[in-house]
């Protein structure tokens, strides 16, 4: 059988992955009523979008509104990211079709 630990995190034990996470938590701003850290705690449960969302809040020194403007745009979460401007009406462009 195949220690997770071993996987996401080699050399790591339990308890210190624990202790790295709860660290990482408690330095997520109390913006929103605690909204990004119950984020944090569903992108750990499993949440793929939970997990982009936060990634890219950090990415964006947790300011929502400076994702709509995301200048990186090699960045592979970019066509994912939220709070996206018109984000229906907009197809993502694809490396083929690049010119």
Do not use: F
């Not at 630990?5 to 330095?27: F, K, S, V």
């Not at 745009?73 to 990211?81: G, H, K, N």
């Amino acid at each position: 059988m195949i220690d997770q630990t071993e996987i996401i995190a080699p050399g790591l034990t339990h308890d210190e992955i624990y202790e790295i996470r709860r660290q990482y938590r408690a330095n997520i701003p109390n913006i929103r009523g605690n909204a990004y850290r119950k984020a944090y705690d569903r992108a750990l449960a499993g949440s793929k979008a939970a997990g982009i969302r936060l990634k890219c809040l950090d990415c964006m020194n947790w300011q929502a509104v400076e994702i709509r403007n995301c200048p990186i745009v090699a960045c592979p979460l970019y066509v994912s990211r939220p709070y996206r401007p018109g984000r229906k009406d907009k197809k993502p462009i694809s490396v083929t079709q690049a010119p």
